[in-house]
């Protein structure tokens, strides 16, 4: 009786062939993971800087460095050219207004001012010749006149006589006749007398006057010259301290050089350099800050010189409170000035991030803090320490603030304790 063979389920044909399929499965399916999964890397906490978002009082401020300087200097320059001839003081030196600083030398100037003193006194010395002279032509003229006079009243007695006697029949026609015509002759000359008198006296004021304006011009011009002169010695306009004093005895200085300059150090001022990018934003009355000796001083803006140089341009700073004792000339001081308002807004803690972000988005730490993946953000305003969170993150969220340079393209850090 034949025996019926059964056959066996798993042969070896059917298991490799199950086994085929199973591994085509799983390198499609790990393919399919490596080019469409999200990449990972793993990466030590100790490794890395982990900030929390937070809510506070932002207002964004640039760091500027300014230079303290005296409230007002006042350079001096030669008013007039000349050979230093004496120093009075030395460079340092504290000045009182007027005190003297050096003395000039210029045989030109001086030799000036003593033609212009000549030709005042040659002024001087005419216009009394011809005050003298109208005086004594006045002096004739009123005795031509007493003598015209004199004349009229005797042909005016003479004539009244004549005509008397000529109404008495005493006289004939003739001697009235002529003591008449004598009458108003003598009219007449006393008329034409007084007239030149009048006009000789009208041409010996004019005279009289151009001279004294004359005489008036040249004083004012050998005042204008002894001033020249003066200036020679040049002295402290206010007081204050002289520095920067360039001049040596025997040197020559031309006229308008600079000689030095006079810091008046009643208060100081802080002039502080800005980069053009800002320029738009900087105006009269912005607020500054900085820290001297643990303590903080405000400062305000007061002049902007628009000028760009170098990519740069400079304000001058006033203090707005107390200024800090010990502060010295030419100090330099690292200040905080406010772009804004003080406001309140979502803080993210400043970074290495941001140099691979460009801050468009970060790494964020998951709940459990054990991954951090890519998060889009949008960022707003920055100063020093923060930057404005407008949107992506929220108060209380963990981020990566350290640097990626070393993250290549990665989605997700997956954050490992050592």
């Not at 030590?44 to 200097?73: A, H, M, W, Y």
């Not at 953000?377 to 320490?385: K, T, V």
């Not at 929220?394 to 340079?405: H, L």
């Amino acid at each position: 009786m034949d025996r019926q063979i059964q056959k066996k389920k798993w042969s070896r044909k059917r298991i490799l062939t199950i086994v085929g399929v199973v591994a085509t499965v799983a390198l499609i399916t790990l393919s399919f993971l490596m080019t469409s999964g999200k990449s990972r890397l793993n990466v030590d906490t100790e490794r890395i800087t982990v900030s929390e978002i937070s809510k506070g009082s932002f207002q964004e401020f640039i760091p500027v460095n300014g230079v303290v300087l005296p409230i007002t200097t006042i350079y001096l320059d030669a008013v007039e050219g000349g050979r230093v001839e004496e120093k009075f003081v030395e460079d340092g030196a504290m000045m009182v207004k007027g005190q003297p600083i050096l003395r000039l030398a210029n045989t030109d100037l001086e030799l000036s001012l003593s033609n212009q003193e000549t030709a005042v006194f040659n002024v001087l010395t005419q216009m009394q010749d011809t005050r003298n002279n109208a005086d004594q032509n006045t002096i004739r003229q009123l005795n031509q006149m007493a003598d015209v006079e004199n004349a009229l009243v005797e042909a005016e007695r003479i004539y009244k006589l004549n005509k008397h006697l000529y109404e008495e029949k005493a006289i004939g026609s003739q001697e009235f006749k002529a003591s008449e015509n004598n009458y108003t002759y003598q009219q007449r000359r006393k008329k034409l007398t007084q007239e030149t008198l009048d006009k000789d006296a009208t041409g010996s004021k004019m005279q009289i006057r151009q001279a004294r304006e004359s005489y008036s011009r040249m004083q004012n011009a050998l005042a204008l010259m002894r001033r020249k002169v003066g200036d020679l010695i040049v002295r402290a306009p206010v007081d204050g301290q002289l520095t920067s004093l360039d001049a040596e005895i025997g040197q020559s200085k031309n006229k308008g050089e600079r000689l030095g300059q006079l810091d008046v150090t009643s208060g100081f001022k802080i002039r502080a350099d800005i980069d053009e990018h800002y320029i738009s934003r900087i105006f009269t009355g912005l607020m500054g800050e900085f820290t001297l000796g643990a303590k903080s001083y405000k400062l305000k803006i007061t002049k902007v010189y628009t000028q760009v140089t170098a990519g740069r341009f400079q304000v001058d700073m006033a203090f707005t409170d107390a200024v800090p004792s010990g502060i010295r000339r030419g100090q330099t001081l690292q200040i905080r000035l406010a772009l804004g308002d003080e406001t309140q807004a979502v803080l993210l803690a400043k970074g290495g991030f941001f140099q691979q972000t460009g801050g468009n988005w970060i790494f964020k730490v998951s709940d459990n803090g054990q991954i951090a993946y890519k998060t889009d953000i949008q960022l707003g305003r920055q100063n020093p320490d923060y930057y404005e969170v407008l949107s992506g993150l929220k108060p209380g969220d963990k981020v990566v603030t350290s640097s990626y340079e070393n993250y290549g393209n990665m989605q997700e850090l997956v954050l490992k304790k050592p």
